[in-house]
């Protein structure tokens, strides 16, 4: 189930915004995908991030995907629970298993999302 609150990306991407802040991290889509997930690399906090640039990795048993930020800003939190724990991705991808926060620098590109209606037209297309 895609929940109908977030936005999300072609990447495989979810993004929670709300006010200033954005919570980010994988799809259900894209951790099944995966496979069981290993290891999670996540950006810093303070780093500067470009929306759709790759800002760290995801490996699991099966193979690597590099993780793309949706939105533009400053990385102000990470989810230390799915460094220690990347099972938890895995587990619950849209609660716990979320990876970074960031403090948008340009709200504008939240439009160019896909609301949850429209990614799960596209993953039904790949």
């Not at 500067?48 to 102000?76: D, F, M, R």
């Not at 609660?95 to 504008?108: A, I, Q, T």
Request: aromatic fraction near 8%; avoid cysteine; charged fraction near 25%.
């Amino acid at each position: 189930m895609t929940p109908e609150n977030l936005l999300y990306n072609k990447e495989h991407e979810w993004v929670n915004a709300e006010d200033n802040n954005a919570v980010i991290g994988i799809t259900d889509y894209a951790q099944d995908a995966l496979g069981d997930i290993v290891y999670v690399d996540l950006p810093q906090v303070g780093q500067q991030v470009k929306a759709g640039e790759a800002i760290g990795e995801i490996e699991s048993v099966k193979s690597t995907a590099e993780l793309h930020t949706p939105v533009s800003g400053k990385v102000v939190e990470i989810n230390q629970q799915a460094i220690d724990s990347p099972e938890i991705v895995n587990e619950k991808p849209y609660d716990n298993g979320w990876l970074f926060k960031v403090e948008l620098s340009n709200h504008s590109e939240l439009d160019d999302l896909m609301k949850a209606q429209a990614y799960e037209k596209y993953t039904k297309e790949l």
